[in-house]
């Protein structure tokens, strides 16, 4: 993995020249080994089996709408949280557990794909798959294979986004300028920048769905 400078998608990037990795210098040791270590090369999976594993990473391409690389790492970042049992600390009452339940929604989508399109969620096409996760979405407070369609959706997305915006690239792409501590900030206010933050160019929606 490129450890500076990079930032996800193939589009011109948000911040031109913003590099949130330039500025580990002024963090102290533990806050520089908590970073960037999120750089490192991933460890295989240890909490999807194999046929999960294609249905996760296609899932999370389409909330994120991470079509190409490089991508943020976020199908790894989720199965060693999920491997470790690193949870929010709670769930749905009327969910399992965020392991077994998120297990669960990836077996029920697949079997979606099977019953519509024939292949299963990691061999359809995008189109395909968005249609079924739309769907998902839109069922809202109403039951989908036994669980709360809703209750699902936000397991996904804050999953998904919790590891998105955890990763330095992901910084780069809104221009966050990483951990405050222990420099801080000088120039507090609205629209007022660091002389190491950029300006925003051609403002575009970021990529992780809202």
Known sequence: MAATGTT????????????????RRHWDDVTAGVVLARLSLPDPPRFHTLTEEGVARALLDQILDQHDDPRVPVFEQIDARLAAGQTDGWHYE??????????????????????????????????EQAHLVQAV??????????????????LWTRYACTAFYAHPWAWNEIGFSGPAYPRGYKNAGVDRLEPYERHEVEPRPTSAAS
């Open 8 to 23: 996800p998608g193939p589009e011109p990037a948000h911040f031109p020249g913003f590099d949130v990795l330039a500025q």
């Open 94 to 127: 009327d969910l399992p557990e965020d392991g077994v339940a998120w297990k669960q929604a990836l077996a029920a989508l697949d079997a979606d794909a099977h019953e519509r399109c024939g292949p299963g969620f990691a061999e359809a096409g995008r189109h």
């Open 137 to 154: 979405q839109d069922q809202g407070d109403r039951d989908w294979h036994g669980m709360r369609a809703d209750r699902v959706w936000s």
